[in-house]
């Protein structure tokens, strides 16, 4: 059986929240003990220089999370657990791939979109604040991605974009240069809540509603009461619907225990003792975590040691990939020359057209990419002659697409059909 790989971020430039725990790490660590997998977690610390200009910030963010992750039990021995800046490899992917990826392709990515519609909305320059690493965000993120060859990318769903740009820089950089990445697929999960925060929208540093993960016990314990509940008195039925404490509850009980508060809702427990029982539930899950968590926070040096060596076991894929990319793209040793000819064979991996008979008793073709994606369906035609004359007057120009039926993606059928002409000429 061959391992599926499986890689995700996390970006250092916040203290982790009950909602990262029960959104993404405690899934995660779960699905890393999985077998069949080969994990890739690592600090996105790149990532958070686009957001953040506090150096201390990064610092004691990158030291806070790679603790959190280590204290809920990710095991690096499994997991190949690193800081991305640690990879010098992954900037220098970051280049080859910026200089494969269409900039139309970044103006349309929703991050950057948004910054641009709220300057244009303010009636400012439609680019004010925004700078190269916000419109490169997502060329970093592919190289983080391909540079690994993942195949899965466990991410939430603002996050789907990103992945398909990465797919889509990826096959640019394949059909130039020959088929060096995997085409990596989000991988989103159903069955995580999503959870609320002290006002009750979803829990989020940018709403300032957050439970910090390790918050001591005394903290915690003010921190959860202080969720907003409604003005029912004790005595009164609560309702569970839209109650941000149950919702919280539920993130962290079991079916049974989940019934049993939905009971004492029922019977009128009070907001007070409701509290007291979540309290309790957290506390109970997260403070033998929390202490392994304070002890790291005390011993720095561990975590640098271990995210060393993780560092040590990426670079073991990354520095000799980076070598065939650098070969691939013509970045080479002078005295090798007489590669042109390899190049070529590179080359031919092209797009395609495959003609076919159906049952029907017409003559059809398809045209396919290299990696065999359907780029253009044929209707029927009466004879092969007449599908040839069709393939034919493609591969000379784009005038006899208006007699064939519409492509899912045009672009990539235009870009493919270039790319042969390109080839034939
Ligand atoms: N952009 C991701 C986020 O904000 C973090 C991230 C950076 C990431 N590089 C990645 C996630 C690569 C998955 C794969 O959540």
Redesign the pocket.
Known sequence: MSTVRV?????TSGTPHLGNYVGAIRPAIQASRASGVESFYFL?DY?ALIKVDEPARIQRSTLEIAASWVACGLDPERVTFYRQSDVPEIPELTWFLTCVCGKGLLNRAHAYKASVDKNNAAGLDPDADVTAGLFMYPV??AA??LMFNAHR?P??RD?IQ?IEMARDIAASFNHLYGEHFVLPEAQIEETVATLPGLDGRKMSKSYDNTIPLFAPREQLKKLIAGIKTDSRAPGEPKDTEGSALFQIYQAFATPAETAQLRQAYADGVSWAEAKQILFERIDHEVAPMRETYESLMRHPERLEELLKAGATRARAIATPFTARLRHAVGLRDLRAQGEAKKDKATKAALPSFKQYREADGQFYFKFVDAQGTLLLQSAGYASPKDAGAAIKALQQDDAALATLPAAADPQALQAALRQLRDAQA
């Open positions: 890689l995700t971020g996390i970006t996105a990532h970093l993120m983080d991605i990318v991410v939430g996050q990103h």
